[in-house]
């Protein structure tokens, strides 16, 4: 996968609108259906506004800065169903836990091996801790 490459976990079309800033879209660009949230931005204020959304876009500026996780989980466990996008400095070890934050689609700054992917995503059969995605906590399987 080349850096330019975006690699989807959907089966609709990719949105190719060109995503405007929260400020722009909270206050003049209401009728925008790409928003983009820059780390340490508040997802929650997107809520009202989820039904009319078919891409929000997280940066996520360096694989250190974890901030936007949150956003993904925040915008997925309050019901957007849309194209939830990781854009940045974004690495193959971890898109699983983005894939579980209810990220689906990755805009990565630099390539990504397609094996190493698949690895990445294969690696664990158990998950340790619930996130907003649908796995099943390994200590609830164990107790009920």
Request: proline residues 5%; charged residues 30%.
């Amino acid at each position: 996968m080349t850096a330019d490459a975006l690699l989807r976990f959907r089966d609709d079309p990719a949105h190719d609108e060109p995503a405007v800033t929260l400020d722009a879209f909270l206050a003049e660009q209401t009728n925008a259906t790409a928003v983009r949230l820059e780390a340490g931005e508040d997802a929650r204020a997107l809520l009202p506004h989820l039904d009319r959304l078919a891409l929000v876009e997280v940066s996520f500026p360096t694989f250190r800065d974890g901030r936007s996780y949150s956003a993904g989980r925040i915008l997925r466990e309050a019901g957007y169903s849309g194209e939830l996008r990781a854009q940045g400095d974004v690495l193959v070890d971890q898109l699983p836990l983005m894939r579980r934050c209810g990220f689906d689609s990755f805009a990565p700054q630099a390539e990504i091996d397609g094996d190493a992917l698949r690895r990445s995503l294969e690696r664990y059969d158990y998950r340790y801790q619930a996130a907003a995605d649908a796995a099943v906590p390994v200590w609830k399987l164990r107790h009920g």
